[in-house]
């Protein structure tokens, strides 16, 4: 795969004094061929959008759509704060212990307050559940009751089994689904999001979007990487099989592993801080995440080996 997007790149270098494509039309169509792949559903390059990192997908956006924002919490920081760095209020709906929706509370909140823009992501991070799809097509349901757009973060969707939200689009026009190239294809350094939605949705990111905002190296790398994208299920499979492993691991040192479709584990149930954990783990040479939940840290599913030096410096520890 490296092989290739070197050439790719090589070629492009030499037409660097002319503007990339600023409708990506080739990346949106391969982007649409790989959730084919991935879903067996149909969608065109005029249900594609593309973009420097699902980031910058969410900030257009919150840019692109009005009224208030809404967000089930814990989950991904970056919603609140482009929301609120547009200027849009940000309402925060608790998530349960276990992480997953209070399904009759979320449907009130959305029925009761009314936000322009509700925001779920499944797989979520940092706690890696997800939420089932008869949750999200309710919430679609009732997000569309109130004219509100349902945007389903979906970074983390290759690691999961569950069934995705693309399942609800052909029903649901209201319905976002945020995806990047970052996780499962571990692209993150060259910045490509994409969002699948219906083609009048794709036609407002069309109007806010700065012109050649994607360059050419970025097309030209993403469309090669995703000619690969078949070997890169097998680099699923592994990451799934060890997430497996290492719940099963931390499970036997007494600790609680919250269920994850991602590609990372949030666990408790340790006697220190988080903050103490973390740095005496930093301090054995391992670097894992404090996401600021008391009592709880996340640990990305690594290599063979550095999963094993992980659970070595945490049988230390513990
Ligand atoms: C849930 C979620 N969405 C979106 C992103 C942003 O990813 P990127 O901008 O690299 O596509 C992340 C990154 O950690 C994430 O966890």
Sequence with gaps: MQASINAAIAKEVKNLNRYPDRDAIKLRSALADEIKRQSGLSFGVENIWAANGSNEILQSIALAFSGDAMGFEPSYSMHPLVNRSVGKKWISIPRQADFSIDLPTSLKAIRDLKPGLVYL????????NATPIEHLEQMAETCQEVGAIFVVDEAYAEFSNNVSALSLLNRFPNVIISRTMSKAFAFAGVRVGYMIADPILIEAMLLIRLPYHLSSL????????????QELSAQIAKIIDSRKFLAKELESLGLIVIGSEANFLLFTGFKESASELFTKLVDKGVLIRDVSIPGYLRVTIGTEDENKAFLKALTSIL
């Design 218 to 229: 970025t097309q030209s790398a993403a469309l090669a990487a995703l000619t690969h994208s």
């Design 121 to 128: 992501t499944t797989p979520n991070n940092p706690s890696g």
